[in-house]
């Protein structure tokens, strides 16, 4: 492994907090049904002023041919360029107090290298938990509350969290492995996935990106953020129920799944995993068709259409 260190680039002046912060991590280039992580990361960055603590070199992480970073063409010449940024900065919650973030494109490459450098930064930022976020799309209705998979580097991190299923062998990601080699290290991680119904995984779905925020509040004793996500998650919910209206094949759809969760949701509540819901294996499919997509329209299907 090339030095993790020669990988990022840690502003001047930059201090530690003694009593340790909190880092959010968000990396979009992996499944992120629902635009959950998205939505959640602009709702964090809204009205605040980030400060740059360190950067890391994209042009080492970055493939520019599958993810090609805009150009702006002017009349006769290329006049801006919006390159990838991943980098930690510094935020604040709606009660002022300092956390961290974490957002930017999945490393393409160096995943390793990438997870050795973010343990450094971890260190060297006196970072006491690492959160991280994402959306996965599952076969559940709209119309029923948002479950979360939880996980964590320990148990009692999560408690009070139910498990959806048990192993499940899926696409890796880079935010996996981080978490999987901060916990080697000893590192407190803690990862929250919101289950997104599979017929809206490709829209914009803000409720999903609120639960994200509601879990990582609780977990962190922030307080962040969901105002505006959840006046847009109100306007999501209206456009949903029109369309459920006007389509009685969708209508089928939504029950069908309602008969489902509910099943599932009595079986959990008398102690156990029953009912339907996707097996483990189901799931790791569900995220390999949704990463085969993320080629296609970025509109996708419309609600109730085939994928």
Avoid: C
Avoid at 94 to 106: I, K, M, R, S, V
Avoid at 174 to 191: C, H, Q
Avoid at 207 to 220: E, F, G, S
């Amino acid at each position: 492994m090339l030095d993790p260190a020669e990988l990022y680039r840690v502003e001047e002046g930059v201090t530690a907090d003694p009593d340790g912060s909190v880092l959010l991590v968000v990396l979009d280039g992996f499944v992120d049904a629902g635009n959950a992580g998205r939505l959640a990361v602009e709702a964090l960055r809204e009205g605040r002023e980030p400060t740059v603590l360190a950067s890391f070199d994209t042009d080492q992480l970055v493939d520019y041919r599958s993810r090609r970073p805009p150009l702006t063409f002017d009349t006769d010449r290329w006049s801006a360029y919006d390159p990838p940024v991943l980098d930690v900065v510094a935020l604040t919650d709606t009660a002022e107090a300092t956390y961290l973030l974490l957002a930017g494109p999945e490393p393409d490459t160096q995943w390793e290298r990438f997870a050795a450098a973010t343990e450094q930064l971890v260190r060297t930022l006196n970072v006491r938990l690492v959160v991280t976020l994402q959306g996965i799309p599952m076969a559940v209705p709209h119309t029923r509350p948002i479950g979360v998979t939880a996980h964590a580097t320990r148990k009692d991190l999560i408690e009070g969290h139910e498990p959806w299923f048990a192993e499940a062998q899926v696409p890796g990601s880079a935010a996996g492995l981080l978490e999987y080699r901060l916990g080697e290290a000893g590192i407190d991680v803690v990862g929250f996935a919101v289950h997104v119904p599979h017929y809206l995984a490709r829209a914009e779905y803000p409720q999903a990106a609120r639960t994200l925020l509601d879990h990582t509040a609780v977990a962190t004793g922030l307080y962040l953020p969901t105002e505006e996500l959840t006046k847009s998650a109100e306007r999501t919910d209206a456009e949903i129920s029109e369309q459920v209206a006007n389509s009685a094949e969708v209508a089928e759809v939504v029950s069908a799944l309602e008969k489902q969760y509910d099943s599932v949701a009595a079986g959990r509540a008398a102690g156990g995993l029953v009912g339907d819901l996707p097996s483990a294996d189901e799931l790791a499919a569900e995220v390999e068709r949704f990463l085969a997509d993320q080629d296609d329209d970025k509109n996708g299907p419309g609600l109730g259409e085939e994928r």
